[in-house]
T-cell receptor, first 114, second 114 residues
C-alpha cells in the first residue's frame, strides 16, 4: 500500500459526459501528479500541483482540468469525454516535489468511455 | 529534455534464469533514475532508485540495477527469476525542471516460463 488513495477504482461512462477522479496523497506529501496510462501512449504526465498551486503541465487536453484543495487532496476533471479518453489514470504524490524524491503511485482509476 | 529508452517490449525467461531488463537514459545533468513494477491490475510500485550515492543499487524482491555513466545505462537485473516476477517494468528519469516529474520509458513486460 503506497498510501495514495484514488477513487473510483473503475468508472464506465458515455461519450460526451463529465467525470471527476479523486486522489488523496500520502500524509504530509505536498506534491501531487496525475498521469494517464493507455496502450498506445504509455505513461503520460498530465499535470502537477504543489501545495495547492499548479506547478507543471504536460500533455493535458483542454477538456481536462485539475485542482488541489487546501487539505491537499486533488481532483482531475474530464469533460466532453471521447472514446479515446478510456485509460488508466494514476495519481501520485511526493513529499516536496524535489529532485530525487520518490514519487508514490496510487492504484489508479480505470475509465471506460462507451 | 530527459528521456529513457527501454529495449524490448517483452522479455521471456525461464524460472530460475537471470533477468535482464535494459534501460538507457538521456540527460543533460547527472540523473535520478528509477525502476517501477506494475503487477496486473495494480498501480506502480517502486523497485529501486539511483540518486548518485552508489552505482549499484539494490531494490526490493532481489532486484538490483547498475548505473553506468559511460554507457548511459541503468539496466535492471535479478539472478534468478520467480513466477511472481511476471509483471511490467518501467524505467524512469526525474525531470530537471521544478516539477521533478518522472519521464517513463515504454515499459518491458516480463514473462516467466515454468
Amino acid at each position: 500500500d503506497s498510501g495514495v488513495t484514488q477513487t473510483p477504482k473503475h468508472l464506465i461512462t458515455a461519450t460526451g459526459q463529465r467525470v471527476t477522479l479523486r486522489c488523496s496523497p500520502r500524509s504530509g506529501d505536498l506534491s501531487v501528479y496525475w498521469y494517464q496510462q493507455s496502450l498506445d501512449q504509455g505513461l503520460q504526465f498530465l499535470i502537477q500541483y504543489y501545495n495547492g498551486e499548479e506547478r507543471a503541465k504536460g500533455n493535458i487536453l483542454e477538456r481536462f482540468s485539475a485542482q488541489q484543495f487546501p487539505d491537499l487532496h486533488s481532483e482531475l476533471n474530464l469533460s466532453s469525454l471521447e472514446l479515446g479518453d478510456s485509460a488508466l489514470y494514476f495519481c501520485a504524490s511526493s513529499p516536496q516535489g524535489s529532485s530525487g524524491n520518490t514519487i508514490y503511485f496510487g492504484e489508479g482509476s480505470w475509465l471506460t468511455v462507451v | 529534455a530527459q528521456s529513457v529508452t527501454q529495449l524490448g517490449s517483452h522479455v521471456s525467461v525461464s524460472e530460475g534464469a537471470l533477468v535482464l531488463l535494459r534501460c538507457n537514459y538521456s540527460s543533460s545533468v547527472p540523473p535520478y533514475l528509477f525502476w517501477y513494477v506494475q503487477y496486473p491490475n495494480q498501480g506502480l510500485q517502486l523497485l529501486l532508485k539511483y540518486t548518485s550515492a552508489a552505482t549499484l543499487v539494490k531494490g526490493i524482491n532481489g532486484f538490483e540495477a547498475e548505473f553506468k555513466k559511460s554507457e548511459t545505462s541503468f539496466h535492471l537485473t535479478k539472478p534468478s527469476a520467480h513466477m511472481s516476477d511476471a509483471a511490467e517494468y518501467f524505467c524512469a528519469v526525474s525531470e530537471v525542471d521544478s516539477s521533478y516529474k518522472l519521464i517513463f520509458g515504454s515499459g518491458t513486460r516480463l514473462l516467466v516460463r515454468p
